[in-house]
């Protein structure tokens, strides 16, 4: 019977035996962990030839004949430019390549306009105000770098074709302040949007009160399809071109990594943007650092080689993740089909399921898994500040649990649900 449809008696009694379940699996003594998107470890297995001799001692050499071991090459090899450039769905002269983290890169870039400005206009720091727009359900560490600079978030509801552009397009008209957007623009975390040609355009040519207003688009799951079927990969149109198209050529930052691709805190990262931006860029890099880890990329550029080798390798990724993608939806809706007010994406892509329960339940939801020994991302973690307005959204990372681990979390995280959606429905009774 659908909770909506249940006499307070009998909410009652669905609620003692839910409590009755919960206890149960406290009892276990369980830690299971779906709080961020790791891959597993049969993910990092896949990865494991990069410890081996890929490069020998006598190939330490670039195809420019630069010697990897030594300093130098601020910007990247010639080889892992164009590896990367698949990542950033770039031209390999658009590309900077850089050390691990896209998310190290995102703050540095950041901090370069905070600090000197872009563009040849005034460093951030030194105006009065600076807001950023958030697309939400949205990225919990692209909110903390803006939070952490002081800037002030303005989240903007996602469709199912990106951030509302109606709402975008009217917050960057008229204010100079609003400096930039955040964008995951495949396979967004946590929703599992990817955004449509019209957002894309839309965004590359808006009208915009400030002429240095950029775009931070985070490429972080461009190849990281689930499913080998082309018609479901659908190509996002690139920011760049469509930002040159419209005569705002500096408007993008576009960032990626191998992060979820290799090992995480050991493969690369690269930033992709107009010559003036680029520049800009390697000026100030100049005096951070005089060059990345040059025999990581010989590494990288051997394992994966090129962009069809990639894809193979992501392939591979596919076939672990998949599964537990599929178990997910599968436990979602046959638990929640008589529980009101539940729904939750379907991603063909990326690293997350964006689950939308009851209004003001979230929070209640989290603290019961965690009662029962299953760890998630904090409720409201997917809006600024941690301040989901329905108290509703929760992010789950299906990938790091082995498939049996993750068949006995998913029946925590519905049994905590309907427990909390009863309790609601009793309280309102």
């Given at each position: 019977m659908n909770i909506a449809d249940m006499t307070p008696a009998e909410l009652q009694a669905q609620k003692v035996s839910l409590e009755q379940q919960h206890q149960a699996f406290v009892a276990k003594g369980l830690a299971l962990n779906m709080a961020r998107g790791k891959p597993s470890r049969a993910q990092l297995d896949l990865s494991m030839m990069l410890l081996s001799d890929i490069v020998a001692t006598d190939e330490c050499f670039a195809e420019d004949g630069t010697d990897a071991r030594n300093y130098g090459v601020l910007d990247g090899l010639p080889e892992a430019k164009r590896l990367m450039a698949c990542f950033l769905d770039d031209e390999p002269e658009n590309v900077i390549v850089l050390g691990n983290s896209s998310l190290n890169a995102m703050y540095?870039?950041?901090?370069?306009?905070?600090?000197?400005g872009t563009g040849g206009h005034a460093p951030w720091s030194t105006l009065d105000q600076v807001k950023w727009i958030c697309p939400s359900p949205g990225y919990d560490r692209h909110f903390a770098i803006t939070e952490a600079f002081g800037i002030e978030m303005v989240p903007v509801a996602m469709t199912q074709d990106g951030p509302?552009?109606?709402?975008?397009?009217?917050?960057?008209a008229d204010d100079a302040s609003v400096k930039g957007i955040w964008c995951v623009p495949q396979y967004g975390n946590p929703t599992g949007v990817t955004y449509s040609d019209e957002t894309v355009e839309r965004l590359a040519a808006m009208a915009c009160a400030a002429p240095d207003f950029r775009i931070?688009?985070?490429?972080?799951?461009?190849?990281?399809h689930l499913y080998a079927d082309p018609d479901r990969q659908r190509k996002v149109v690139d920011i760049r071109p469509a930002c040159e198209r419209a005569g705002n050529p500096n408007r993008p930052f576009k960032f990626a990594s191998t992060s979820k691709v290799t090992f995480p805190g050991s493969g690369l990262a690269a930033f992709a943007s107009s010559a003036e931006n680029l520049a800009e860029a390697k000026r100030a890099m100049g005096v951070q650092t005089i060059g990345h880890d040059k025999i990581n990329q010989l590494r990288h550029v051997a394992f994966l080689e090129d962009a069809e080798g990639i894809a193979a390798h992501?392939?591979?990724h596919a076939d672990i993740i998949r599964p537990k993608f599929e178990l997910v939806a599968r436990k979602l809706a046959e638990a929640l089909a008589d529980v009101p007010d539940c729904s939750w994406s379907?991603?063909?892509?990326?690293?997350?399921?964006s689950f939308d329960a009851p209004e003001n339940t979230a929070k209640?939801?989290?603290?019961l898994a965690k009662e029962a020994g299953v760890t998630m991302t904090g409720a409201g973690a997917t809006y600024p500040y941690g301040r989901d307005p329905r108290d509703s959204n929760i992010r789950i990372a299906p990938t790091l649990p082995p498939l049996e681990e993750l068949d006995e979390a998913m029946d925590v995280f519905v049994t905590c649900v309907k427990l909390a959606a009863v309790e609601k429905a009793l309280a309102e009774a």
């Open positions: 540095d870039a950041l901090a370069r306009c905070w600090m000197f509302d552009m109606d709402d975008v397009e009217r917050l960057v931070f688009w985070d490429n972080a799951y461009g190849v990281h992501m392939q591979r379907t991603p063909l892509g990326g690293y997350f399921i209640r939801i989290v603290a």
